[in-house]
C-alpha cells in the first residue's frame, strides 16, 4: 500500500486564541495513538467565522472547537445541531459529516465525566455559581444526567432567571435562582457546588467567589471549571473544609476525549492529556 501524506486536520477558531491549552493535550494524544492527525489552534476574528468555517470545508477538516466569542455565533454556519446543543443554544464542537456539519456541545459533557468519578449526579442537590456559557451546558448536562434541583447563584437576576427557566423547562429538574450580591451561604443538604464562572482564573489566581467558607463541609463535592491553575482558591478553601474537590483540568480533559471520539472513532487515553496539562499548568 503506498504511504499517505495526507494528514486528519482538527482545531480551534477563537478569538484570543494564543492561550487555548487544547492544542498541546490533543496533539498528545493524536501521537499517543499513532494517529497522522493534527489540531490546529486558529484565532478566528468575529467577522472572518464564517470564511473558517468554509474553509474547515474545503480542506478536509474532520472537525473543529468553537470557543469564546464563537459559541453562539457559529450556528447560522453549521447545517445541524444534536439534542444537547438545541437545548444549551451554544456550540463548542463541529463535527463533518459527509458535506455537513454537525454542532454538538461538549462543555457540560466533559464536565459530567469528570464529575462520575467521584459522584454520581443522579438524585443531587446542585449549587451552580454563574449562568454564562459554561454554566448554561453544566446546567443542562447534570439535569438531564440526573441532578434532582439546581440553584443558579448568579449576579444577573435576568440571565439567572433564564437558565433556571430551561432548567425547569427543558429538563426533569427543578432549578430556583438565589440573586449574587451577597455573600451566600451555601443550604445544608447540597451535594455538589460548581463554579462556572472565571473567578480564580489566571492571572487573578488569588480572586476568591463571594462564599461564606463555613457554609462548605464534609459530604460535599466542590467542583471548578477553571483549568488555569488547577487548584483555585475556591478548592483549596473546600478541601480545607473536608470536601472532596474536583479541578478543571478534569473536564478539559474529559471535553478532548469526547471530541477526538467525533473526529476520529478513538478512545483517547485520558490519561496522557491530563499529564500534558498538568506539566503546563502545575507548578
Known sequence: MAPSFLSV????????????????????????????????????????????????????????????????AVIPHLDELDESAQLIGAVNCAVRRGDRWLGTNTDGQGFVASLRTVVEPTGASVVLFGAGGAA????????????????????????????????????PAS????????????????????????????????ARLEIE????????????????PPRTGLLRDAEQRGATVLDGLGMLVSQGVIGIRHWTGIDADAGVMRQTLERLFVA
Not at 17 to 28: D, F, G, K, Q, R
Not at 181 to 205: Q, W
Open 175 to 206: 432549578a430556583e435562582l438565589a440573586v449574587w450580591d451577597h455573600r451566600y451561604v451555601v443550604p445544608a443538604g447540597t451535594e455538589i457546588v460548581v463554579n462556572a464562572t472565571s473567578i480564580g482564573l489566571f492571572p487573578d489566581v488569588d
Open 9 to 72: 486536520l482538527t482545531g480551534s477558531f477563537a478569538t484570543p486564541a494564543a492561550e487555548n491549552p487544547t492544542v498541546a493535550m490533543v496533539e498528545a494524544a493524536y501521537r499517543h495513538h499513532g494517529l497522522d492527525a493534527r489540531y490546529i489552534n486558529c484565532d478566528v476574528a468575529p467577522d472572518r467565522l464564517a470564511d473558517a468555517v468554509c474553509g474547515a470545508m474545503a480542506m478536509g477538516w474532520a472537525g473543529f472547537n468553537c470557543s469564546l466569542p464563537h459559541k453562539v
Open 136 to 171: 448554561r451546558a453544566i446546567a443542562v448536562e447534570s439535569a438531564l444526567a440526573g441532578a434532582a434541583h439546581i440553584t443558579v447563584v448568579n449576579r444577573s437576576a435576568a440571565r439567572g432567571g433564564e437558565l433556571v427557566s430551561l432548567i425547569r423547562d427543558r429538563t
Open 213 to 228: 467558607p463555613q457554609s462548605i463541609g464534609p459530604g460535599m463535592v466542590v467542583a471548578d471549571v477553571i483549568p488555569n
